[in-house]
Each structure stands twice: as structure tokens, then as C-alpha cells.
């Protein structure tokens, strides 16, 4: 049984939106204090661009900052990234990642994460 399933990419034009889905497991969601949205380009390394821990306190990268919105509900365990205003560069598979044993911030490196998701593709063209 898959612990993290993400859903919602989809292609859309530059200055669109898409809302990103992750159900998860109740035991990895309830286990995880900090859940996070990671992208990961062609030939680039996998970067978290919005981290919320279990009080639902959210962190965002400074490149996504004011664009992009994440949320969950406890409810039905799952997990949201709320993109809008949507750019080229923002094009990129995202993966939902979840953890513990460390603040939980952008900053921490995708190694520090212990389950994640298969990823969904977002294409924006221009």
C-alpha cells in the first residue's frame, strides 16, 4: 500500500493554477511531523519549494513565495499545494515527502525525508 499518493499535475500556460493532492497513509500522516512539496527538473536536483508541520505552519522557498500555498487537512490526511500565477521554470515532477528528526524547513535537503510519494507532472509552457 502506497503511504503517500500525489495527484492534480496536469500542462497549463504560464499565469495559470493547479491545486497538487497528497492522501496519505493515516499512520505516515499522523507519524510525520513535517510533510513537504519537492520538484525535481530534468537534470536539476530535487528542491522543496513549501514545507507544513504538524501544526500547520507553512515555509515556502523564496522562489515560490507569494505564488504558491500549502495546506492540509487533518480530516482526510491529505495534503495540498495551491500553485498560481504558474511560470515555465516552475515545470518540474513534484513529489510529497514526509518526516521527522528535523526543523522543518525548505532548507533541509529531500535526504532528510524518509517517504514520499511517486510524483505528478506540471508543465507550464509560455
Known amino acids: 500500500q502506497a503511504q503517500l499518493v500525489e495527484s492534480g499535475g496536469d500542462s497549463v500556460q504560464s499565469g495559470g493554477s493547479l491545486r497538487l493532492s497528497c492522501i496519505a497513509s493515516k499512520s505516515t500522516y499522523e507519524r510525520s511531523v513535517c510533510m513537504a512539496w519537492f520538484r525535481q527538473a530534468p537534470g536539476k536536483e530535487r528542491e522543496a519549494v513549501a514545507t507544513?508541520?504538524?501544526?500547520?505552519?507553512?515555509v515556502y522557498a523564496m522562489s515560490v513565495k507569494g505564488r504558491f500555498s500549502i495546506s492540509r487537512d487533518d480530516a482526510k490526511v491529505t495534503m495540498y499545494l495551491q500553485m498560481n500565477n504558474l511560470k515555465p521554470e516552475d515545470s518540474a515532477m513534484y513529489y510529497c515527502?514526509?518526516?521527522?528528526?528535523?526543523?522543518?524547513?525548505?532548507?533541509?535537503?529531500?535526504?532528510?525525508?524518509?517517504?514520499w510519494g511517486q510524483g505528478t507532472q506540471v508543465t507550464v509552457s509560455s
Open positions: 507544513i508541520d504538524s501544526d500547520g505552519r507553512p
Open positions: 515527502a514526509a518526516g521527522s528528526g528535523f526543523v522543518c524547513l525548505p532548507s533541509v535537503s529531500f535526504r532528510g525525508y524518509s517517504t
